[in-house]
């Protein structure tokens, strides 16, 4: 005949209960994790000067701009959230980006510019999803502009008397061809033109 002892039947409940009690401890505890991390997912801060634009989302992306400040959405736990300022600016065509023209006397000249911008602050997510990146935009016709202007005067012009007027040609081309991107010219400037040591010759000359 077997015998039962009841007090190994009671360690061996308590024991399972004791289990049981940990494991719903820890799935509470990973409950909890994952209900903060997407509580915290749900708040963004965007910064003054910029807004936050939508660009994917299980509902795609929105024209929507997010605007200054702290905001709270589920939405956001499950979207990619880029973060674009709109306000005054500057691109600088500098260094190791010096824009390379060509006169019309055929001789190459180095110029650097600066475009001064911004961008209406009802437009910024029109122009994220509709044409991408607005840097690799402006980067293009920043290079192509002056370009186009400055093979229309000679090298001694542009490096002299002329270069007021081939700094206001490219302003006004950029402000045309940029206002069909919804993006606003401030300013062009030329910083610096470096010609030919010839030509800079026969300018001192």
Known sequence: MVEINPKKIIMSGSRGNERLSAAKIV????????????????????????????????????????????????LYAVSDIEVIRYNVQTRDMTSGSTVNVR???????????????????????????????????IDRYLRNVPRDVASKYNATYIGGDGRGVVEHNIRVNLTAALLDYNIIVDDVLIRSVDLPDTVDQSIEA
């Open 103 to 137: 006169s019309a006397d055929n001789l190459n000249i180095k110029m650097d510019i600066s475009l001064i911008f911004h961008i209406p602050a009802d437009k910024v997510a029109d122009n994220r999803i509709q044409y991408g990146d607005m840097t690799l935009l």
């Open 27 to 74: 799935a509470w505890f990973i409950i909890f994790i994952i209900i903060m991390a997407v509580l915290a997912a749900s708040f963004v801060n965007i910064p003054a000067g910029y807004k936050g634009v939508i660009v994917s989302s299980p509902t795609g992306p929105s024209n929507k701009e997010i605007d200054e400040g702290w905001h709270f959405n589920p």
